[in-house]
């Protein structure tokens, strides 16, 4: 079996240190092409701006920052936010020539799931072995610090991590298939991971609207539907697809298509009808050609 070794040097540790909303202790400020930055929310959330657009990121997201980064960190009041900020360098990964990450156009961050309990481990053992610096501190610091690294690489390389646009995804087709239920920012975001903010944010870049007012129209374009091809009461069609009052749905559908659902199903109905007319004549005439060629 071909051996192919994932980092090319043995990486080295420059600092590592807590950092929380009481004590904000870190900004980036390194531009050596040689340093890497790792920093990994362990709880709560944290607001940061990379190439002018905001992303809020919370625990469970590992935010890897290559030489250069445009990015900067904003206030955000949470009391409970806590992370792990790693400073590195020598990092060369085999089979990434051009730098770590560094031809990504999205933000460099990783939404963690089952990977987040080892990482945090990981991290903690670092950190601890850094403060106390026992004998073979460096030795012990320098085997995790290359084991949480080739962790890291797998997830990239894998593509285990979501992308903006899979995200969306993933969002816009559970909102298409679910539109019926009880849906939530919350709950939507918790689907793919990230925080209901970012999700926000990110959502209406890519769709054109934010998932709430995506989930509402997909609700109004099954009432047109049922209104059109149903003998359903427009309290009924209101029930069946997530809104139990039809007062609030009265209002919500003419604010969508400018007209109330009753008035929408009779002008459907008349149009109906007059294309129906219309096509009478043509009908009975095609009749009468066939009864004169059947009489032939």
């Not at 053992?125 to 320098?142: C, K």
């Not at 085997?143 to 990239?156: D, E, G, N, Y």
């Not at 099954?222 to 427009?234: D, F, I, Q």
Request: charged share 25%; with cysteine.
């Amino acid at each position: 079996m071909e051996y192919s070794a994932i980092l090319l040097n043995t990486p080295r540790l420059i600092t590592i240190k807590e950092i929380n909303e009481k004590k904000t202790n870190w900004d980036k400020k390194q531009s050596d092409s040689d340093f890497t930055e790792i920093i990994y929310i362990q709880q709560g959330c944290v607001e940061f701006v990379y190439e002018n657009k905001p992303f809020i990121v919370q625990g469970g997201d590992l935010i890897i920052l290559h030489p250069f980064s445009p990015i900067e960190r904003k206030p955000y009041t949470d009391e409970s936010f806590k992370a792990i900020y790693v400073n590195m360098s020598n990092l060369h990964i085999n089979g990434n020539d051009k730098g770590w990450f560094t031809n990504s156009n999205n933000f460099p961050i990783i939404h963690l799931q089952e990977e987040k309990m080892e990482i945090n481990n990981y991290l903690n053992i670092i950190l601890r072995e850094y403060r106390t610096q026992h004998a073979g501190y460096q030795d012990v610091i320098s085997s995790i610090l290359q084991a949480a690294i080739i962790k890291i690489t797998r997830l990239l390389k894998n593509s285990d991590h979501q992308s903006v646009s899979s995200i969306c995804f993933d969002v816009k087709k559970y909102i298409e298939e679910n539109f019926r239920q009880e849906l939530t920012l919350n709950h939507l975001a918790t689907l793919v991971y990230v925080s209901p903010y970012h999700l926000a944010h990110i959502f209406k870049e890519e769709v054109g609207k934010p998932p709430i007012q995506y989930l509402i129209q997909c609700r109004i374009e099954e009432a047109k539907r049922l209104l059109k091809h149903s003998n359903l009461s427009v309290k009924e069609i209101a029930a069946m697809i997530g809104y139990e009052n039809p007062n609030y749905f009265n209002l919500l559908f003419k604010k969508v298509t400018g007209t109330p659902p009753g008035k929408y199903r009779k002008s459907e109905i008349s149009s109906k009808r007059e294309v129906s007319q219309s096509l009478e004549p043509s009908m009975f005439v095609g009749r009468h050609l066939i009864n004169a060629i059947t009489v032939e």
